[in-house]
């Protein structure tokens, strides 16, 4: 309801009130002047006494119309100690002020009664019992869809990019060839790779190309050991060691070889065991290969497109992930809600930082609000602020006056009992 509303229904009711104090009023006048025409008519004891009484209560309607009318007018347009609210508004505004801002509105006053509420058990209840959970739930999740709508990728994915650029490009691969080849030294693993070469080499060693890669090498050999003396090419022949045969014998013995690769034992095994961990170990603390690990790190780095794989995946991840994030942040808020109901402790902590943050806000503006009080009435004209004060307590004031008419009947019905008493008294 607006304030012309409540101004238009306070004078309505001031209006039926004063209807009625003013028929009451007349009503007592019209009493006492026919209790008056039958009393010089000869009326007996009741007559007398309704005479004073209608008398009293008409002296007392009268007085507390002119008390009432007083306040806020002048009665029979006499202006002496009249038009009360006009002709004192200052020191009536002043003391106003000073009662507003020293008791009804003063801040300790305020605090003390702001204590003594449990906001944690308001919360709850409007969260539980009263829709409060899907209200806030449907304002968080506004939030959240216009967040993911509106979210620029472009600055994320370069701060990130740039961010993991300084990480990697700050980063030391020693530390790192290190603890690669360190896993490689591991004896189980070690063996398990060699193991593992046998199957991968056998098709490879003894394969056509390869073959006839080793035979070229032998023939060569021979012809170069033979170097065209008649007797080593004589010895060859004795012993007969043709090309063939000689590759067949390192076909049989690269075979072996193979085999003992497969077991994990025998003197090729440990031999080749033997080697490659001395490999690893000196390949972990050779200069040229870190070197040549971190020059590739920063060529690789310098040409991969960081900044747009990650505007790529970010733009992919808004996209179709936005259900996912609802239904997740969902669980998230409800399980939060539910053991806020629950827990007392948290209701409690809650509870004191409401009174602390209420109590800080209010020390820090409580000016405003007599402030803007006596801002508002200051705007107001004499006429105006008259209305707004008949507004608000002429509707009591005219009760007063009712009241009036009825003490002063019942004083002056006693009065006349009084004075009858005596009378007969004393004869």
Known sequence: MTTIDNTRHGLEDEAVNSRRAGWVLAGCAAGAAAMTVAEYAGGGFWTGLFQHGFLAATIGGLADWYAVTAIFHQPLGIGWRTDILRKN????????????????????????????????????????????????????????????????????????????????????????????????????????????????????????????????????????????????????????????????????????????????????????????????????????????????????????????????????????NLSDWRAAAREIFDNLIDEFGRRADWQAEANVWFQNFLEAQLRAHYRVIPGTVEAYLSHLSDDELVELAETRVADDLQIIRINGSVVGALVGMILYLLVGGVERMWG
């Open 89 to 320: 508004r200052p020191r009536i505004m002043g003391g106003l002020m000073e009662f507003v801002t020293g008791d009804l509105l003063n801040p300790d006053n305020i605090v003390r009664d702001m204590r003594t509420q449990d906001y944690a058990g308001m919360l709850t209840r409007y969260l539980m019992e009263r829709g409060g959970r899907e209200r806030l739930w449907e304002l968080l999740d506004t939030l959240i869809s216009e967040a993911v709508r509106t979210f620029d990728v472009a600055p994320a994915a370069n701060a990130l990019a740039n961010t993991a650029r300084e990480a990697i490009g700050a980063a030391d691969t020693a530390p790192l060839l290190r603890r690669a080849i360190g896993v490689l030294q591991d004896a189980g693993l070690r063996a398990q790779v060699l193991k593992a070469l046998a199957p991968l080499l056998r098709p490879v060693l003894l394969g056509d190309e390869v073959q006839a890669l080793l035979q070229g090498h032998i023939k060569a050999m021979r012809e170069s050991y033979e170097g065209g003396s008649v007797g080593r090419a004589a010895m060859f022949e004795a012993l007969d060691l043709s090309d063939d045969k000689i590759l067949l014998l390192a076909d049989e013995r690269l075979a072996a070889w193979l085999n003992e690769l497969e077991r994990g034992e025998g003197e090729a095994w440990d031999g080749l065991n033997l080697w490659l961990s001395e490999k690893l170990t000196a390949l972990a603390e050779n200069p040229a290969l870190h070197a040549g690990l971190e020059e590739w790190k920063t060529r690789r780095l310098a040409a991969f497109d960081l900044e747009g794989l990650i505007r790529e995946r970010l733009d992919a991840a808004r996209q179709s």
